[in-house]
């Protein structure tokens, strides 16, 4: 499957801003979906994800309360909406695909199978 990535863009603290990973040559049945941001000289970062098949979600601290993620299954995509953004939260954010087999945590990004291309949230002050 491959990840296509879009979104980002520079915003001031406070703004929202709506994410989206697409997939194309395979659908994301059976796949549990993503979100991870990385900032240099720092490791990647689990920021939310959704399982597929029961839409169930998970954040990171950080981002709880601020942020949700959704999928559209028609679409096959799903969408980080990110509100109340702080500047803490700039950082190139990926969205990476993970088969939903076995009972690997989605929390790691070594978990995960495919990876998108990242695309840049930067938020002023």
């Known amino acids: 499957v491959q990840l296509q990535a879009s979104g980002g863009g520079l915003v001031q603290a406070g703004d929202s801003l709506r994410l989206s990973c697409a997939a194309s040559g395979r659908t994301f049945s059976a796949y549990n979906v993503g979100w991870f941001r990385q900032v240099p000289v720092k490791e990647r970062e689990f920021v939310a994800a959704i399982t597929w098949r029961g839409g169930s979600t998970y954040y990171a601290d950080s981002v709880k309360g601020r942020f949700t993620i959704s999928s559209d299954n028609a679409k096959n995509t799903v969408y980080p909406q990110m509100n109340s953004l702080k500047p803490e939260d700039t950082a190139v954010y990926y969205c990476?695909?993970?088969?939903?087999?076995?009972?690997?945590?989605?929390?790691?990004?070594?978990?995960?199978?495919?990876w998108g291309q990242g695309t840049l949230v930067t938020v002023s002050s």
């Open positions: 990476a695909a993970m088969r939903a087999v076995g009972s690997r945590t989605l929390y790691h990004s070594s978990n995960y199978d495919h």
